[in-house]
């Protein structure tokens, strides 16, 4: 059971007995009184309560401060937020890699929440990112990164780091290759999450890849890692926007 459940079902159940209504229970012989009142309610209180505690605690845990507000958007070629998700995801995905990453594409719909300035705590990074996504590398054809320009320039892009491209509706599938082909390699290697990996988001492009590689670490937490690291630093989270995906 993951930690945010757990979080979730221990603090609804204490929510549930210390607020439900007395009812009663009418048997054969006999009339029952149930409520919060009766002792193996406040067994099961007393029982979650040390669990509660040390769950609240731990999620209230400040793993760094931000400089400024990360705020979720859609519908931009690039966001503050996505650029430093997509940013952590490639370095720490690439300190446990051991190898060259070409670049790193994840989604804004993965994002469900802002990050606020000042203390960034860890439930609120279990709110940014509630899933369970592990962070691999798909290693794809020239053929399957054309594919996956054409989808950034349809979708009107997503968060991406280690890469920059001009999308305009002039450049031809000609010109793409040629400019791949600059690069001497005709295979690619990309960071992404194991649920856009297997097709999540219309990312159709990462179906049948050369080769699918764990990185053995969840998105969730390569974001707490990073923090705790640029903490430990002294460093405050600050936002960049780049230019990374131009539109002409």
């Not at 040390?50 to 690039?78: H, Q, R, W």
């Not at 995801?89 to 060259?100: K, R």
């Not at 594409?105 to 609120?124: A, D, Y």
Request: charged share 25%.
């Amino acid at each position: 059971m993951n930690k945010l459940f757990t979080y979730l079902l221990i603090t609804t159940l204490s929510f549930l007995l210390a607020c439900s209504p007395s009812t009663k229970y009418v048997g054969k012989n006999s009339t029952i009184a149930v409520d919060s009142t009766l002792s193996d309610n406040q067994q099961t209180t007393y029982l979650i309560k040390p669990y509660k505690e040390k769950l609240d605690a731990e999620m209230n845990t400040v793993l760094v401060i931000s400089a400024e507000e990360f705020p979720k958007e859609k519908g931009k070629p690039e966001t503050k937020l996505g650029n430093l998700v997509a940013d952590l995801s490639l370095e720490i995905a690439t300190q446990l890699y051991g190898d060259s990453i070409d670049f790193c594409l994840l989604n804004f719909g993965g994002l469900r929440t802002s990050l606020p300035k000042g203390e960034i705590t860890k439930g609120k990074i279990f709110e940014l990112m509630p899933f369970e996504n592990e962070l691999v590398v798909i290693t794809i054809t020239e053929g399957k990164l054309i594919e996956l320009i054409k989808y950034l320039k349809l979708v009107g892009g997503q968060p991406i780091s280690g890469f920059e491209i001009i999308l305009s509706d002039k450049t031809t599938d000609e010109e793409l290759k040629q400019l791949f082909s600059e690069t001497g390699t005709s295979e690619f290697k990309i960071l992404t999450s194991d649920y856009l990996a297997g097709g999540g988001d219309k990312m159709n492009f990462f179906l049948n890849p050369i080769k699918t590689e764990k990185v053995g670490i969840k998105l969730r937490d390569a974001i707490i890692q990073y923090c705790i690291q640029e903490n430990a630093k002294g460093n405050q989270l600050t936002g960049k926007l780049d230019g990374r995906i131009t539109f002409e």
